[in-house]
Structures are given as structure tokens and as C-alpha cells.
């Protein structure tokens, strides 16, 4: 939504200058929870690009609103420039069920009116790029949002704000739902065409790199200033730390082995901080490469023997629609492989088919297989147990390469202190499950880690925990993931899923894979006009079949989450129980996207 404010903005005594917004000892704070925001003041230049991190929880939203004058402090004051034009894009959206796409992006459905007659935006190419570049292209602008996803709804309303002229653009997690094709011309987009400024929230390390000249970080009801973006943050942080002598030496060593990556790494990662070089490089002195590669590469073997995945001339579907056409493909032991393309492109579908949960004709997995699946839905997690109680189900000790943890202690690994192990599972934040659901996976000892979007609802220093335990994990990955910081820190190979049928390597990475999608836009268009020549009778017939077994999952799942209510303090039961679910879960998840595949041929 579009504040339009009248009043006066303080003048910045630091720098001589007028901001565009300025927060004098403003706390906020919200009933029993207590303080988020405590005597914070920190000013916003006109060209000031910056990024907001912090844990979950920290009051990075709450930051958000207050710079928008959505929300008034508790104390303290907000002051706003004069006429100052304000764009958000909040974490929640309220677009109306009947309005089109042409009423969100260009009319008065969600913000004032952008543009009048049709004639004059339809021959304007920095809106067609816009809508182009969010991958709005094929939704056409008389498509009701009602029976859209969130993630489209959300691109809609992104969309909206870009084509607006604003002073200030507040984004709080506009990546989210995009594919790094998506991430990377939002990216461009901002650096390239925005001229006002930015405040945004997200998780996207690269992103922040990409775009942000400043971070504020908030933590301890305090709002800290740095100058650079995520790796300039990293760097100062640590610098901070040691001058300061923490005592958290857990939490040191990852931003140590953090920093070591990236200054080994591209150039263009430590280009922008301006402190002294010579200080970072002492830093990380003694700090070893992030992993062994070799020594990683024979313990997989060890645990796997030679054979992990083969694909053999195999096809796949995902109900109606084409996956994998007559491909070959050889995962072996101690490979790290990402698996790139948009969204609905079958990465979901190819990690489930690894897994077991699906079959096809050429398909084989090792004898010595383990694997280990995390999906990107959190039913499977019991929500009538205590966190520890959830990962003691699993097992109570767990080794992770060279060292061997207690339940506990792994929960501390992934962020959860003493008295949050004792919080229901039902009690926690998506963050906060998510981190369980990781933990799960790794207390099972699996040796295949099949990773369907991991970093979903994760903080940067989680994010962190959990690369620091993948650096080290000996065992093979394969990573479906929109997130360029995670997949180039973590995987050694990719691969791109481009929608026509094919699995293509990318020896060149990430901008292999930009460079693929441009030079072949039309892949996925004539996937798409493949599928459409299915018989429409047939495939209403599809539909109604699928609704059906939707329904009677459904009931079965209601059954089993009594069941295991019922049996709460039987372990062995809820055990057997959990693995039902999780069976019945995976037919779920693979019967959701036959069903999408089918509404999208009959819309």
C-alpha cells in the first residue's frame, strides 16, 4: 500500500543533510511479548539501499512498519520528509477475490491508479518488462487473483509497486516464491531502474549483496547501522566480536568459516566493504578450506559403496505434464548437486522420484541407499510432542562426521537453547520448524540428503548453522533451492531442469543457467503447448479421479493425526504412526501437483 505523508522530517545532525525518515528513540512493542524495538534512532538518506537482517522474531517487520508510519511507536517519534511517497510490499496481502490482474498492477485495486486507457501502457516496455520479469508473462491481465497461489498473488502485488513512482520503496521479503531467474532481474531491476530508496527485509544473502549498500541489523531491541552489504556485515560483525572478546566461540567459529568462504570466493563478494583488508585476512589465518573434498569423497563411498542414483533413458511425468524425457543421468557417492529451474519445472517431482516415493523404468538407487527427504510442506512434524521429544524420536544420539551429538546438543546446533527444547512442536514458528524438520532429517543418520527448497522460513545465521553442517556432511546432496548464496556455497555441480524435457549440466553454474533461460526463452512455452493437445475430456476425467483420492488422503490423515494424539506417550506407536503419515504425506504431495498440472490445463 502507498502512505502519502505531510510531515516534517528531523534534520540529520551527523551528516548536515535532510532524510527521507528518521526514527528518534522510538521503542515498540506488542502486549505480552514485550519489547521488539527499544530506544532506536537511525536516519534513511534519499539514496540509501538498504537491507534488514536479524533472527526471526527479532522486529525486523516491525521496523519495517514503523518506517512507514503504518504503526506509531510506543516512544520516541517517526518523522517523515514532506509529500514523501512511500511503496510497500508487506509480508501478508489483502487483494480482493474478484479483481483482476489489470486492477492490481494498473488500476485502484490495491494502490491509487497508475495508468488510465489501456493504450497508454500497452506499448510502454518498462512495464512489460516488469510484468515480463516477475514471470507474469503467460497469467494474462484479466486473470481474476482469486484462485491464484500466494506465490503469484505476491508477484502481482510486487509488480504493482515497481510500476508506481515512489521516494521510498519498502520490500519485507520480496524474493520470496521467486526462482533465481526471478531473484536475478529483481536484482538487476533495482540496481539498473530504481533511483529512490530502499529499505528490504530478506533472507536472500546474494540478493542483499546484489542490491544493499548499507545493512541495519536488529538484534537485542537495538537497530545497528554497517556500511557494505552481506559481506561487508559478516566481516564488521566478527571484527566487532573479537574486538569485543564474546565469549560465544560456537557462534564466532561459523562467521570465521563464513568469512573464509567468501573471501576465497568471486571478487565481486568483497568489493564493497571499506574497512581494512588486512584485518579480515588475519581473521581467517588458521581457518581451513570449508571442506575436504577428497577426504569427504571417500568417506561417501565408504558409506554408499559405488552406486547411489542411475537414470537410464528415463521418463517422467507429473500427472499430465512432461518431466524428463528419455534422460541419463548418475548421481554417485559424495556428489553435491543443485538442481535449478522455475517454479513447476519438475524439481520436486525428480527429488521424489529419488526418494523412493515415486517410480519410473530405468531408475535404480544403491543397495546401501539411505535417504533422507525434506519437503517443503511441515505436515509430517507431531505436533503433540515437545521439540526434544520430536527429535529423541528419531534417535538420541546422532554422529555427524566426526563428532557425535546429543539430541540436545544438535538442537543447539540448529538455534534451539535450553528452555526452547521444551516448547510443543504446534507452539512453534514456520522458522522454527523448519529448523526441526532439518533436525529430524539429520538425526535419522541418512547418507542422501534430497533437499526440496531448505532455506524456506530460515534466519542468516540458520542459515549459516546449517551450511556449516553441510560443509562437512559425508554423504551425497542434492539440492533443489532458489537461494545462489546456499547452492554455490554448498554444491559442487548443477543441473537445470529448463522445462522442454532435458536435464542439462551447468559446468558454468548459476550464470550457465541465466544465460541458458535467456538464450532459450521458449522451452517451458512449448512444454507447455505439448501438454495442452491432452484430450480435455480425458483430462476432466483426470481431474475428478484426483479430487477424489485428495478427499479420502484427507480423511486417512485426519485418522492418523488422532491416532497419534491418542498414543501420545507411546513412543513405539507414534513412531509407526509418523512413518504412516509420511507415506501418506508423499502420495499427498504428488497427487497436489497432478492436480495443479490438471486445473492449469482446464483453466
Same mark, same amino acid.
Given at each position: 500500500?502507498?502512505?502519502?505523508?505531510?510531515?516534517?522530517?528531523?534534520?540529520?545532525?551527523?551528516?548536515?543533510?535532510?532524510?527521507?525518515?528518521?526514527?528518534?528513540?522510538?521503542? &515498540?512493542?506488542?502486549?505480552p511479548?514485550?519489547?521488539?524495538?527499544?530506544?532506536v534512532?537511525?536516519?534513511?538518506?534519499?539514496?540509501?539501499?538498504?537491507?534488514?537482517?536479524?533472527?526471526?522474531?527479532?522486529?525486523?517487520?516491525?521496523?519495517?512498519?514503523?518506517?512507514?508510519?503504518?504503526?506509531?511507536?510506543?516512544?520516541?517519534?517517526?518523522?517523515?520528509?514532506?509529500?514523501?511517497?512511500?511503496?510497500?510490499?508487506?509480508?501478508?496481502?489483502?487483494?480482493?477475490?474478484?479483481?483482476?490482474?489489470?486492477?492490481?498492477?494498473?488500476?485502484?485495486?490495491?494502490?491509487?491508479?497508475?495508468?488510465?486507457?489501456?493504450?497508454?501502457?500497452?506499448?510502454?516496455?518498462?512495464?512489460?518488462?516488469?510484468?515480463?520479469?516477475?514471470?507474469?508473462?503467460?497469467?494474462?491481465?484479466?486473470?481474476?487473483?482469486?484462485?491464484?497461489s500466494?506465490?503469484?498473488?505476491?508477484?502481482?502485488?510486487?509488480?504493482?509497486?515497481l510500476?508506481?513512482?515512489?521516494?521510498?520503496?519498502?520490500?519485507?521479503?520480496?524474493?520470496?516464491?521467486?526462482?533465481?531467474?526471478?531473484?536475478?532481474?529483481?536484482?538487476?531491476?533495482?540496481?539498473?531502474?530504481?533511483?529512490?530508496?530502499?529499505?528490504?527485509?530478506?533472507?536472500?544473502?546474494?540478493?542483499?549483496?546484489?542490491?544493499?549498500?548499507?545493512?541495519?541489523?536488529?538484534?537485542?531491541?537495538?537497530?545497528?547501522?554497517?556500511?557494505?552489504?552481506?559481506?561487508?556485515?559478516?566481516?564488521?560483525?566478527?571484527?566487532?566480536?573479537?574486538?569485543?572478546?564474546?565469549?560465544?566461540?560456537?557462534?564466532?567459529?561459523?562467521? %570465521?568459516?563464513?568469512?573464509?568462504?567468501?573471501?576465497?570466493?568471486?571478487?565481486?563478494?568483497?568489493?564493497?566493504?571499506?574497512? %581494512?583488508?588486512?584485518?579480515?585476512?588475519?581473521?581467517?589465518?588458521?581457518?581451513?578450506?570449508?571442506?575436504?573434498?577428497?577426504?569427504?569423497?571417500?568417506?561417501?563411498?565408504?558409506?554408499?559403496?559405488?552406486?547411489?542414483?542411475?537414470?537410464?533413458?528415463?521418463?517422467?511425468?507429473?500427472?499430465?505434464?512432461?518431466?524428463?524425457?528419455?534422460?541419463?543421468?548418475?548421481?554417485?557417492?559424495?556428489?553435491?548437486?543443485?538442481?535449478?529451474?522455475?517454479?513447476?519445472?519438475?524439481?520436486?517431482?525428480?527429488? /521424489?522420484?529419488?526418494?523412493?516415493?515415486?517410480?519410473?523404468?530405468?531408475?535404480?538407487a544403491?543397495?546401501?541407499?539411505?535417504?533422507a527427504?525434506?519437503?517443503?510442506?511441515?505436515?509430517?512434524?507431531?505436533?503433540?510432542? /515437545?521439540?526434544?521429544?520430536?527429535?529423541?524420536q528419531?534417535?538420541?544420539?546422532?554422529?555427524?562426521?566426526?563428532?557425535?551429538?546429543?539430541?540436545?546438543?544438535?538442537?543447539?546446533?540448529?538455534?534451539?537453547?535450553?528452555?526452547?527444547?521444551?516448547?510443543?512442536?504446534?507452539?512453534?514458528?514456520?522458522?522454527e520448524?523448519?529448523r526441526?524438520?532439518?533436525?529430524?532429517?539429520?538425526?535419522?543418520?541418512?547418507?542422501?540428503?534430497?533437499?526440496?527448497?531448505?532455506?524456506?522460513?530460515?534466519?542468516?545465521?540458520?542459515?549459516?548453522?546449517?551450511?556449516?553442517?553441510?560443509?562437512?556432511?559425508p554423504?551425497?546432496?542434492?539440492?533443489?533451492?532458489?537461494?545462489?548464496?546456499?547452492?554455490?556455497?554448498v554444491?559442487?555441480?548443477?543441473?537445470?531442469?529448463?522445462?522442454?524435457g532435458?536435464?542439462?549440466?551447468?559446468?558454468?553454474?548459476?550464470?550457465?543457467?541465466?544465460?541458458?533461460?535467456?538464450?532459450?526463452?521458449?522451452?517451458?512455452?512449448?512444454?507447455?503447448?505439448?501438454?495442452?493437445?491432452?484430450?480435455?475430456?480425458?483430462?476432466?476425467?483426470?481431474?475428478?479421479?484426483?479430487?477424489?483420492?485428495?478427499?479420502?488422503?484427507?480423511?486417512?490423515?485426519?485418522?492418523?493425526?488422532?491416532?497419534?494424539?491418542?498414543?501420545?506417550?507411546?513412543?513405539? &506407536?507414534?513412531?509407526?504412526?509418523?512413518?504412516?503419515? %509420511?507415506?501418506?504425506?508423499?502420495?499427498?504431495?504428488?497427487?497436489?501437483?497432478?492436480?495443479?498440472?490438471?486445473?492449469?490445463?482446464?483453466?
Amino acid at each position: 500500500m502507498r502512505v502519502e505523508s505531510t510531515w516534517r522530517t528531523a534534520l540529520s545532525r551527523e551528516h548536515g543533510l535532510a532524510n527521507l525518515i528518521n526514527l528518534d528513540r522510538a521503542s &515498540k512493542g506488542y502486549g505480552p511479548t514485550g519489547p521488539l524495538l527499544t530506544d532506536v534512532s537511525i536516519g534513511l538518506e534519499d539514496t540509501d539501499r538498504v537491507g534488514v537482517v536479524g533472527l526471526n522474531g527479532a522486529g525486523k517487520s516491525t521496523l519495517l512498519r514503523l518506517l512507514a508510519r503504518l504503526e506509531e511507536p510506543d516512544s520516541g517519534r517517526v518523522t517523515l520528509r514532506r509529500d514523501l511517497r512511500v511503496s510497500v510490499l508487506p509480508q501478508s496481502l489483502n487483494l480482493a477475490q474478484d479483481a483482476t490482474v489489470r486492477d492490481v498492477v494498473l488500476g485502484e485495486a490495491w494502490l491509487p491508479a497508475a495508468f488510465g486507457a489501456e493504450h497508454e501502457w500497452a506499448g510502454d516496455a518498462g512495464i512489460r518488462g516488469i510484468l515480463d520479469g516477475l514471470g507474469m508473462a503467460g497469467l494474462g491481465l484479466d486473470t481474476p487473483v482469486g484462485p491464484m497461489s500466494g506465490g503469484e498473488r505476491r508477484r502481482i502485488a510486487l509488480a504493482a509497486l515497481l510500476v508506481r513512482e515512489a521516494d521510498l520503496l519498502i520490500l519485507d521479503e520480496p524474493t520470496n516464491h521467486l526462482d533465481i531467474a526471478g531473484v536475478n532481474w529483481l536484482a538487476s531491476w533495482l540496481r539498473e531502474k530504481w533511483k529512490g530508496a530502499l529499505v528490504v527485509v530478506t533472507h536472500d544473502r546474494w540478493f542483499l549483496d546484489a542490491v544493499c549498500d548499507h545493512i541495519w541489523e536488529v538484534a537485542d531491541l537495538q537497530v545497528r547501522a554497517y556500511e557494505g552489504g552481506y559481506a561487508a556485515w559478516v566481516l564488521a560483525r566478527a571484527e566487532r566480536e573479537r574486538v569485543a572478546a564474546v565469549t560465544e566461540s560456537r557462534r564466532q567459529n561459523l562467521l %570465521r568459516k563464513e568469512i573464509a568462504w567468501l573471501r576465497r570466493g568471486p571478487p565481486a563478494r568483497t568489493s564493497k566493504p571499506k574497512f %581494512r583488508i588486512d584485518a579480515a585476512n588475519a581473521l581467517i589465518a588458521d581457518v581451513p578450506e570449508a571442506r575436504d573434498q577428497v577426504t569427504l569423497a571417500k568417506l561417501a563411498t565408504a558409506r554408499l559403496g559405488r552406486q547411489v542414483f542411475d537414470l537410464v533413458d528415463v521418463t517422467l511425468h507429473a500427472g499430465p505434464k512432461l518431466i524428463l524425457n528419455n534422460v541419463t543421468w548418475h548421481v554417485g557417492p559424495g556428489d553435491r548437486v543443485a538442481l535449478l529451474g522455475a517454479n513447476g519445472a519438475g524439481k520436486s517431482t525428480l527429488l /521424489r522420484l529419488l526418494a523412493g516415493m515415486t517410480s519410473a523404468a530405468g531408475f535404480t538407487a544403491g543397495k546401501t541407499v539411505k535417504p533422507a527427504f525434506l519437503s517443503q510442506e511441515l505436515h509430517e512434524l507431531p505436533g503433540e510432542l /515437545r521439540l526434544l521429544e520430536a527429535v529423541e524420536q528419531v534417535a538420541r544420539r546422532v554422529k555427524l562426521g566426526d563428532r557425535e551429538l546429543s539430541a540436545a546438543q544438535l538442537a543447539e546446533v540448529f538455534g534451539f537453547t535450553d528452555r526452547r527444547v521444551w516448547t510443543p512442536v504446534a507452539d512453534l514458528s514456520g522458522g522454527e520448524r523448519r529448523r526441526l524438520q532439518l533436525l529430524r532429517l539429520l538425526a535419522a543418520e541418512p547418507n542422501v540428503l534430497l533437499l526440496d527448497e531448505p532455506t524456506n522460513d530460515l534466519d542468516t545465521d540458520t542459515l549459516a548453522s546449517l551450511e556449516d553442517l553441510l560443509d562437512t556432511w559425508p554423504g551425497t546432496m542434492v539440492v533443489a533451492s532458489h537461494d545462489r548464496y546456499l547452492v554455490e556455497r554448498v554444491c559442487d555441480k548443477m543441473y537445470a531442469l529448463p522445462g522442454d524435457g532435458t536435464l542439462r549440466h551447468l559446468p558454468g553454474g548459476v550464470d550457465a543457467y541465466l544465460s541458458l533461460i535467456a538464450s532459450e526463452p521458449a522451452a517451458v512455452t512449448d512444454s507447455v503447448e505439448k501438454t495442452s493437445k491432452i484430450d480435455p475430456r480425458q483430462a476432466k476425467k483426470d481431474f475428478a479421479r484426483v479430487e477424489r483420492q485428495l478427499s479420502k488422503l484427507a480423511e486417512r490423515e485426519d485418522k492418523l493425526h488422532a491416532a497419534m494424539a491418542d498414543n501420545a506417550t507411546d513412543y513405539a &506407536k507414534v513412531a509407526e504412526l509418523d512413518s504412516s503419515l %509420511r507415506e501418506l504425506m508423499a502420495d499427498k504431495a504428488a497427487l497436489e501437483e497432478e492436480w495443479l498440472a490438471l486445473a492449469e490445463l482446464l483453466s
